[in-house]
C-alpha cells in the first residue's frame, strides 16, 4: 500500500466552527491524523442544520470533519487538562482558534507547549493579527466581509447602496485555505531543519489580501489614475445571460471570441458598429458587448446555446441551482461525490478532496465521528505515555 501524502503527522486541533476546521480537513484528506479536541457540548458546527438521526450530527459537521478523531476535553478541569497535555507532547502541530489570553489562564500557550514537545509547530488561528488596533477583537465570517470591502462589490455591480453579504462562508473558508497551507510550510521547514515555530493565521488580513489581489486595482499606485475595484468584476452587465429557459454564462474574453460569440449569435453585424469597429475599442467596450448579448440570448434555450458555444469554442455553461449540483453529470463522472453510510445517520455523500495526487490515491478516510468517539481509547493510550 502507498504511504498517505500526511502519513505520521499528527494534529492536535482545538479549532471550532469553520476556519480552522477546514483547513484540518483538507490535512486530514492529505492523511494527517487529526485529534479534534471538543468542548463537552461539542464543536458548535454540529448544531448548524438538521441531523439525520442522532443529536449533534449536522450536515455541516458531517462535511467539514471526516477522517478526524473527536475527544470532548474541558480543559478546565485537572484531569482534562492533563489528558491535553499527554496529547500534545506527542503531537506534531498543535492548531487552536482560542485567545491568546484565554488559552494562557488555561495553561497551552505557546511556552507551556514547547515545554511539552519542543519542536511542536504552534498555529494560532485569529481574527485580526497582532500588533494592529484590531488584535483580539471577535471575528466571524460577517465580520469580516464588512472589514475588508467584500460586503460593497455588490453594490459596485447592482448599483444598490445597499452593503451586503456575499452569501458564502467565504472568508472562513478562504482563511481556512491559507492556514492548511502555513501548516503544511512549516512542516516542509522542520522536517529540513528540525525546528518547530509559531504561526499565527489571521482571518481578517488572509482575506483582505484575496480579496484586493484584483480589487486594490487603481489603489495599487501612490498617486492613482483608477479607483479601487476591477471594473470587470464590477460590471453591472457582466451576469449571467438569459435564455428562452434559464441562464447561461458566456465569455467572450478574447479578441477572437469576441468575434467567435457573435458569430454563434447570429449577429456579426453588432461587431461593424464604429464603437466596436477595433479590437481596442471591443475590449474597451466590454459592459456594452455584455448588454447586446443580453438582448439576444432569449431567442434560444440554455441546451442549444450551451451546444453551439461549445461547438465553436467560447467559454459556456449553463446556470445550475445548488440544489441540482448533487446531480452534476462531470461530478458523478469524476467521482466527486463518494457515496457513504455513516454508522449513526445513514447513507450521505461526501465531498472528496478534489486535487488528484500521483504518488497516492485519494484516501478512505472514516465518516465524521460522534462527539467524544474516540476519547475512551485516547485517554486509555496516553496514560501510557
Known sequence: M???MLEGIRIVDLTTIVFGPYATQMLADMGAEIIKVEPPAGDQTRQFGRAKATRLMGPVHVTLNRGKQSIAL????????????????????????????AIERLGFSEAAVRALRPDIIYVHCVG?????????????????????????????????PRPRYLPSLIADKVAGLYGAQAVLAAIVHRLRSGEGQFVEVPMFECFAQF???EHLFGEVFDDPREPAGYPRQVDPHRQPFPTADGYIAI?????????????????????AQTRFATVTDRLRGMSALYAEIAQLT????????????????????????????????????????????????????EMRLPIRFGA??????????????????????????
Open 2 to 4: 502507498t504511504a498517505r
Open 74 to 101: 474541558d480543559l478546565k478541569d485537572a484531569e482534562d487538562a492533563a489528558t491535553m497535555r499527554a496529547l500534545l507532547a506527542t503531537a506534531d502541530v498543535f492548531i487552536h482558534n482560542v485567545r491568546l489570553d
Open 128 to 160: 485580526f493579527g497582532a500588533g494592529g488596533p484590531y488584535a483580539g477583537l471577535q471575528a466571524y465570517d460577517d465580520v469580516i466581509q464588512a472589514a475588508t470591502g467584500a460586503a460593497t462589490l455588490l453594490s459596485r455591480a447592482d448599483g444598490d
Open 211 to 213: 480579496i484586493l489581489q
Open 251 to 271: 465569455v467572450p474574453y478574447t479578441p477572437d471570441t469576441i468575434v467567435r460569440t457573435f458569430a454563434v449569435l447570429d449577429a456579426p453585424e453588432i461587431l
Open 298 to 349: 432569449p431567442r434560444r434555450t440554455t441546451e442549444d446555446w450551451v451546444g453551439r458555444f461549445a461547438a465553436a469554442g467560447v467559454p459556456c455553461m449553463p446556470v445550475r441551482d445548488l440544489q441540482d449540483m448533487r446531480r452534476d453529470p462531470h461530478l458523478a463522472a469524476t467521482g466527486f461525490f463518494h457515496p457513504r453510510d455513516h454508522p449513526s445517520e445513514g447513507g450521505y455523500v
Open 360 to 385: 497516492a490515491p485519494p484516501p478512505d478516510l472514516a465518516p465524521a465521528p460522534v462527539l467524544d468517539q474516540h476519547g475512551d481509547m485516547l485517554r486509555g493510550a496516553v496514560r501510557g505515555v
